[in-house]
């Protein structure tokens, strides 16, 4: 077991920035989920640790040592691909043998070894099986085995679950945080799925553009994020967000557009710097707008009739998207009457958001 | 309803054009092997003769002599090819016994015959059979006048002469200019020589007379021109004295009047004999040749009268004088000779005298078996694999065989009996079939007429390109099908059969093809895959890289084989000067002994090949994910174990059917040993299979015994290509 650190890793390819001046570091049995869009750097970050790319500049160390200049195997990582990446003319079993006869481990090992990680992913019946006889989550389970059999320092996970259907996804989910208890041992994970990254991750790191923007627990990155990006990247549906100005009144924090007016609550906590800035973007999740009927909070001075635009029916709530004046929303309600043409909603201001127009900084101490 | 009518109107309309056009115009192709600068000519005067004839159209095309043949005889034969065919009088022998063109003299009368001069109308067996429009044909001796201010008159001179022109002008021990230079290993250019030492090829009752003490000394005088003179280079075929001749490199050539055309403006060139041979006081004697034009057998009729025309337009005074002033080419035609541009041309008044020491073009078609024999022992004493004696004695035994091989007509033997048994057995299991399917197969037909319509014509295109050859080819392969049953063969069993698998030369062969098949195989497949791997990995610049390992494939094959060829001359051949002059080593005689001339053949078909393997293999590399070697690199795997454990396997499925394809093309591939080894040189010892079938089928026109050995080469293949299959389970897919 070993803590990762990251630091200040930079990465080119050809004149293209892929990486810039990363620091980070994955605490001694972590389980670390790098999140971010397509193209943000974050399997050339895992790969980079792996030793598959070498850095232009900066170090990474791994257990307290630095990596740098040695080559993947010797890293005692193991690396499990998206797809899978298991050596199509040979069985199940000798797949997973592969590395361990890399490192000329004795047979009776090698055998012991791979029975035992066979049975905890039930996996042992298809030993005798060449890949292309296996199905998706099988393929995954032996690429899984294949890593775990050598019994790395550290796991890197490279988008593992992209090719499986939904329901397959969220099982593996399951099972592989269940691995990462039972093995305890350091995960860095990389996804582009915030639901993956939201339920698998003790901590996640938010990736754009080769930069981190952000690295928290799941809680502190969806109450508390630290700038327009990560609040829109994480949610589903995402955050709205209005734009509009500030205004201070009698002590209170307005925030005021042409269709609306709100009276902010959280203003104690507004960074001071910002104090002169009239310009703003106010965020609100969804779940945070709630139906005036059945809302458990009353507050009429945040209170605004909208005209619903359309809704999505999610099963237990619905989504509501709708208009006030130019500014579209959605919000997550339980009871909506769908022949409802206009509703009256509450927005609850305890828990709004407020970004800098500009760079999209979090304007409230974190 | 609709839908049918569309078809059988765009049927229709595809039909009508496909006939529509053709009977406007009358066609006549001529099928010729003039040189470059002759056909020039000959395109000018049928543009006359079009002009004159608006309802005529002339196509020529051009044969190498020997392609010409062959495929005439395959054409005419199967009752099409050209109307007319122009070429060496040597051809007239073996296409009349054929029956392949026509008698002269019932369509010609003897007036017409009477303005040409007498060696221009060839005469066989009793009938006219070609009008030459050329006497000549003959090989001289063609001087550099910059260089040689008088040609050497006997052979003595010849020597010293030579001795004085053969310099190292550089010192480096290298030869820069020789004396002379030609075509020696040929033995039609050694023919004259033969005639010097008072011998000749064969007697007047046609039997080869090439065991005698003229031929003995014939082969040791040339011998010793290259071994103890040093006046002609180590190896040296025709095209090779040319370019020397024509740079200069050379004083003194021995060629033939075609090559006149060629040098014209290029070299200042003098004419004269062959020089005398000192030792007997006798001129060497030239075969003199006629070329002239023959009419297909297949041309009756109206269409007949209307070649009859051309020929004679063709052979007339009027255009021989045309061609004597553009190309100085020796004139037939009486009227021509008499003009006085004739009479005062130098060239061909020293050309005449040379005729004058000449010998007629024997027409008959034991003359090849002839060649044949005489070629591969005088090659041998070249080679040093052989004396004098012991060539002459042999080569005249090979001739009388060859010659008896040529004209034996098999009946039926014994086996017939056993073919007979096995063809009513044949037919029986055909017919049960068909009865017992004939309702299915004559539903399916009811039932899909539409799609069996749209692939009858690839049906046809495949039963007249593929399945009626084969089975043809089979049905000849127990025929006595040869030179004097060309149109009267006859089945008469297995007889070939037991004469290939009786033969220890067959053997020989074989052992050399699967030699010859199973490393060339190997490198294909090594280089290819070691390039392969090399250009998709590691080396920048890729595509420009894969463009130029591509081009040895790319290069038509035979352009390729002769540049080998002349790559692996001793002498100037660029393959010997790196042996030499960068790896110090002795230069090899590559061309003129057996081994060595088998390694040139494969080391140029393992150039020719590789970028095919290397193209399949790119293909495959590309389709293995990356991730693998990322997988295989954090398990701890070299590229040693990576290349052996994922690219190897991997690969697999793409390269065996390449493989198998590879096998068979290249036990088949007859073009770069018959180009490189120049038909089987060194005293036809440079043999595979397909090119010893060439070889029976069209030198000693043994069409049955080729048709067997061909079926054989054929099972021998498919067995080998459904062991591969079976054996790799290449069909197997990966993922």
């Known amino acids: 077991m070993a803590a990762i650190q990251i630091r200040d890793i930079s990465k080119k390819f050809g004149s293209t920035d892929i990486l810039t001046q990363i620091n980070l570091t994955a605490e001694d049995g972590e389980f670390l989920v790098l999140v971010g869009a397509s193209g943000c750097g974050k399997s050339t970050l895992l790969r980079l640790i792996a030793g598959l790319e070498t850095p232009d500049e900066g170090t990474i160390s791994i257990g307290g040592l630095e990596m740098t200049g040695v080559p993947p195997a010797k890293r005692n990582v193991a690396m499990v691909f998206q797809n899978y990446a298991l050596y199509p003319h040979l069985s199940v079993f000798e797949n997973m043998a592969f590395g361990l006869r890399q490192q000329k481990k004795d047979e009776a090992f090698i055998t012991e070894k791979i029975n035992s990680t066979g049975e905890i992913l039930q996996i042992s019946h298809l030993f005798t099986r060449k890949p292309k006889e296996l199905s998706g989550g099988q393929r995954q389970r032996v690429a899984l085995g294949r890593a775990m059999v050598r019994d790395p320092k550290v796991f890197l996970f490279d988008e593992p679950l992209s090719n499986l259907d939904a329901k397959l996804r969220q099982e593996m989910r399951i099972e592989i945080k269940k691995l990462h208890s039972i093995l305890k041992t350091t995960m860095i994970y990389v996804t582009h799925d915030q639901t993956e990254a939201m339920t698998m991750g003790d901590r996640i790191a938010i990736m754009r553009n080769g930069e981190i923007e952000q690295v928290d627990t799941p809680e502190k990155i969806y109450s508390s994020p630290k700038n327009k990006f990560v609040a829109s990247f994480i949610g589903m549906p995402q955050m709205n967000f209005i734009e509009g100005f500030l205004q201070k009144d009698d002590g209170n924090l307005e925030f005021k557009n042409e269709d609306l007016q709100f009276t902010l609550n959280r203003s104690s906590a507004y960074k001071s710097q910002f104090e002169n800035l009239e310009k703003v973007v106010m965020g609100i999740r969804p779940e945070d707008i709630h139906d005036n009927l059945f809302a458990q909070i009353k507050d009429t001075s945040n209170t605004v009739t909208a005209k619903v635009e359309m809704v999505e029916n999610m099963g237990s709530h619905k989504i509501v998207h709708f208009k006030i004046g130019a500014s579209g929303f959605s919000a997550e309600l339980r009871n909506f009457n769908e022949h409802d043409e206009k509703i009256e909603l509450i927005f609850d201001m305890n828990r709004t958001h407020l970004f800098h127009p500009e760079h999209g900084g979090s304007l409230y101490e974190a | ?735």
């Open chain 2, 1 to 735: 309803m609709i839908f049918k009518k569309i078809i059988y109107a765009i049927l229709g309309v595809f039909f009508i054009s496909c006939f529509d056009g053709s009977t406007e115009k009358s066609t006549i192709n001529i099928w010729h092997q003039m040189h470059y600068e002759n056909r020039k000519v000959l395109r000018e005067v049928c543009n006359w003769y079009e002009d004159e004839n608006p309802g005529i159209q002339i196509n020529l095309t051009y044969r190498e002599t020997e392609e010409l043949r062959s495929n005439y005889q395959s054409s005419a034969m199967g009752g099409s090819g050209p109307e007319l065919i122009y070429g060496p009088s040597d051809q007239v022998g073996p296409f009349a016994a054929m029956g392949i063109i026509q008698p002269l003299d019932t369509l010609f009368t003897d007036d017409f015959f009477n303005t040409f001069v007498d060696n221009a109308i060839i005469s066989y067996q009793g009938h006219k059979w070609m009008v030459g429009d050329v006497v000549g044909n003959h090989l001289m001796l063609l001087y550099n006048k910059n260089l040689v201010t008088s040609p050497p008159q006997n052979t003595d001179e010849l020597i010293a002469m030579g001795k004085e022109y053969t310099l190292d002008v550089d010192g480096d021990g290298k030869i820069d200019r020789y004396g002379l230079v030609w075509n020696f290993t040929e033995p039609f250019f050694y023919a004259p020589w033969l005639g010097g030492f008072g011998g000749w090829l064969l007697d007047y009752e046609n039997q080869p007379t090439l065991n005698t003490e003229a031929n003995r000394k014939g082969f040791a005088f040339i011998k010793s021109l290259r071994d103890e003179h040093k006046i002609i280079p180590q190896e040296c075929d025709y095209e090779i004295a040319n370019a020397m001749f024509l740079s200069g490199e050379a004083a003194m050539i021995i060629n033939g009047d075609w090559s006149w055309g060629n040098y014209k403006g290029k070299v200042d060139f003098g004419i004269a004999r062959i020089p005398m041979v000192s030792e007997t006081g006798l001129w060497p004697t030239p075969i003199v040749g006629t070329k002239g034009y023959s009419i297909n057998t297949n041309v009756q009729g109206r269409e007949l009268e209307e070649v009859n025309r051309l020929l004679q337009f063709l052979t007339s005074a009027k255009v021989q004088l045309y061609f004597t002033e553009k190309v100085n080419s020796q004139p037939s035609s009486k009227a021509a000779l008499k003009d006085e541009r004739i009479a005062e041309n130098e060239i061909l008044k020293a050309s005449a005298r040379v005729v004058e020491a000449g010998r007629p073009m024997a027409v008959v078609p034991e003359m090849r078996a002839i060649w044949d024999a005489l070629r591969t022992q005088y090659q041998a004493v070249l080679g040093g694999s052989a004396t004098p004696e012991n060539a002459a004695s042999l080569a005249q035994k090979n001739a009388l065989k060859q010659i008896q091989l040529m004209n034996e007509v098999q009946t039926p033997g014994n086996s017939i009996w056993i073919f007979r048994l096995g063809m009513f057995l044949l037919g029986g299991i055909i017919l049960l079939l068909i009865i017992k399917n004939g309702k299915d197969i004559a539903e399916s037909f009811r039932e899909n007429k539409t799609a069996y319509l749209f692939i009858a014509p690839a049906f046809v295109m495949v039963f007249a390109i593929i399945i009626f050859p084969f089975f043809y080819n089979i049905l000849i392969s127990f025929s006595n099908f040869s030179l004097n049953t060309f149109r009267d063969w006859q089945i008469i069993g297995f007889h070939h059969y037991v004469e290939v698998f009786t033969d220890l030369h067959f053997y020989t062969i074989l052992i050399k093809t699967g030699i010859w098949t199973f490393t060339n195989l190997f490198f294909h497949l090594g280089i290819g895959i070691l390039l392969a791997v090399l250009i998709n990995r590691t080396l920048p610049a890729k595509p420009l890289l894969r463009t130029a390992l591509i081009i040895p494939w790319a290069v038509p094959q035979y352009i390729s084989a002769l540049t080998w060829r002349g790559m692996f001359n001793q002498e100037y051949g660029s393959v010997n000067m790196i042996l030499e002059k960068f790896l110090f080593m002795e230069g090899l005689q590559w061309l003129s002994s057996p081994t060595e001339t088998f390694i040139a053949c494969i080391l140029t078909n393992v150039w020719l090949g590789f970028p095919f393997m290397m193209i399949v293999a790119l293909g495959g590399l590309q389709s293995i994910p990356t991730e693998l070697y990322e997988a295989a690199e954090v398990d701890g795997a070299s590229r040693w174990q990576q290349f052996k454990c994922i690219t190897l396997p991997m690969l697999m499925p793409v390269m065996i059917p390449a493989m198998i394809l590879g096998m068979i093309w290249t036990f088949n591939n007859i073009n770069v040993v018959w180009l490189v080894s120049n038909g089987g040189e060194p005293s036809d010892q440079t043999h595979i299979l397909v090119s010893f079938v060439y070889k029976a089928a069209f030198n000693l026109y043994r069409y049955g015994y080729a048709a067997a050995l061909s079926m054989i080469i054929f099972c021998i293949l498919l067995v080998m290509g459904i062991y591969s299959i079976r054996q790799s389970n290449s069909t197997e897919s990966v993922y």
